[in-house]
């Protein structure tokens, strides 16, 4: 088992609302590995060397901040913010 089911299903949820590349971008941040926007076997291998629950929740961080640069950056999308950061934080651990 590399991938923790709920780490997986958090890294589809984010791909599915931000797009695979930054979702899997900020896995790789978040690991210090090669940041190419591909889950690789060099980003699965690092995986193991870090709890799941650690990386499931610098990825909810990671969503979180990527959250308010897009509100700092287009403000007409704060009608969005909550809902947003409510499904970014359902995936707390």
Do not use: C, M
């Amino acid at each position: 088992k590399v991938l923790d089911p709920s780490l997986k299903s958090q890294l589809i949820d984010f791909g599915v609302n931000s797009g695979t590349y930054i979702a899997t971008s900020k896995l790789q941040e978040i690991l210090k590995v090669p940041v190419d926007g591909i889950l690789g076997p060099d980003t699965l291998h690092a995986l193991k060397s870090f709890p799941p629950e650690y990386v499931n929740n610098r990825l909810v961080v990671a969503r979180v901040k990527l959250i308010g640069r897009i509100v700092q950056k287009t403000p007409s999308q704060i009608k969005w913010l909550g809902g947003w950061l409510n499904r970014a934080l359902d995936w707390l651990v």
